[in-house]
Structure formats: C-alpha cells, structure tokens
C-alpha cells in the first residue's frame, strides 16, 4: 500500500550501487562480528584466548595488527563505497571484495563447527556479491 508521500515509482526506483556496497561491507561486519561473539561459547576456546592463541595463531603484535588490519578494511569500506570516486570506488570493490572472499574461504578450511561454516558461507556470497555488483556497476547506471 502505497502512503500519501510515496507514488509507486519512489518504490521501484533503483538503489544507488554505492548505498548498495556500503550495506553489503556493513552486513558483513556484522557476521564477523557474531561469528566472533558465538565463537566464544565454543568449549575451550576463552581458555585458547587466555592461553595467547587466536585459533592456531599464537597472539602477537604482529598478528594482532594484522588482524586488526583485517578488520579495518572492510569498515573503511563502508565509508569509502560512499566517497570515492567511481573508478577508485569500482577497483577497491572488485579487489577487495576478491580478497575478502580468499580470506573468508581460508577462514573455514579444517572448521568443524556448522554456526561457522554457515556464518563462512554467508560471507562468501557477501563478498563474491561485491565483486559481482563492483563488475556490474557502471557510471550513471543504479
């Protein structure tokens, strides 16, 4: 039903590719961050935290910065997929869009648990999303 503000054309308009990037870099922020947030109910695993381990890596400087790293990127995403310009924007996409999607497939190899492997599979289709959408995207076209 349409309300008296909207016509129906406001409905099926198309979304700008840019709102539709950053939502897909928020979406998976927020899966990163359950998974994360689940993983700790998993036996033994705050006992690995304690013990200096963040699944086989031991924790470090160096991991955690590139950890800290990794997560960064994707956030900036967000921001980004709104301001860059169109060229700059499309590469990012594309590119990190493929390496997020290497790194969610990495994530899950030797994994045993279904909540992660589901949460794994999800990011991959986010990503792979990104890359497809990012490839798609041409200027003056929503």
Not at 22 to 46: C, E, F, K, N
Not at 74 to 101: D, E, H, K
Not at 112 to 123: H, I, K, R, S, T
């Amino acid at each position: 039903m349409n309300s008296p503000n909207t016509s129906r054309s406001d409905q099926d308009r198309p979304v700008n590719p840019r709102i539709v990037l950053a939502t897909l870099w928020t979406t998976l922020l927020m899966l990163y961050l359950y998974a994360d947030v689940l993983s700790l109910y998993v036996p033994g695993h705050l006992n690995e935290m304690i013990d200096g381990y963040m699944g086989p890596i031991v924790a470090s400087q160096t991991s955690l910065m590139l950890a800290a790293v990794l997560m960064t990127l994707p956030s900036l995403m967000i921001v980004l997929s709104l301001v860059l310009s169109y060229t700059a924007n499309r590469r990012s996409q594309i590119g990190l869009g493929a390496l997020y999607t290497l790194v969610n497939v990495g994530n899950v190899i030797g994994e045993d648990w279904l909540y992660y492997l589901f949460f794994g599979a999800v990011e991959v289709v986010l990503t792979v999303s990104i890359v497809v959408y990012a490839v798609r995207w041409r200027v003056g076209k929503h």
